[in-house]
């Protein structure tokens, strides 16, 4: 096959507030975690939690956007694409980071509700 399809769908809550690097004046790039929360019940009926973080990448427009309005602990529906970096440290050591390139996101928290950006 030559083709592939690289989606992501999460809806969760921003961990803390977006690191945003700015160039000319304006953002460029914003950065943030997302918590996204399932639950199951376990052996003896229990209900349990599992909370995974994801690292989430927002490029331009949209970065100035998640600058002037995405607060820690705002629930968002994010859309995007996994992408997988490496590089070497200075003991040769091979390290790994997994991020989701935002392409598009709405607002979910109720102060934020009319709005929408992406």
Not at 77 to 83: D, L, N, P, S, W
Not at 98 to 116: A, D, H, K, Y
Request: charged letters at 25%.
């Amino acid at each position: 096959m030559k083709y592939g399809i690289n989606k992501v769908t999460l809806v969760g809550n921003v961990g803390e507030t977006p690191r945003v690097s700015e160039k000319g004046g304006e953002a460029f790039v914003a950065n943030f975690p997302l918590a996204t929360n399932e639950y199951y019940r376990d052996k003896d009926g229990e209900e349990v939690q599992k909370t995974q973080w994801h690292r989430i990448v927002v490029w331009n427009k949209s970065a100035e956007i998640v600058k002037q309005h995405v607060k820690k602990g705002d629930a968002l529906y994010i859309e995007g694409k996994i992408t997988t970096n490496s590089w070497d440290d200075k003991e040769g050591n091979k390290h790994f980071s997994t991020e989701i390139v935002c392409e598009n996101f709405l607002f979910l928290s109720p102060r934020n509700q009319n709005g929408s950006a992406g």
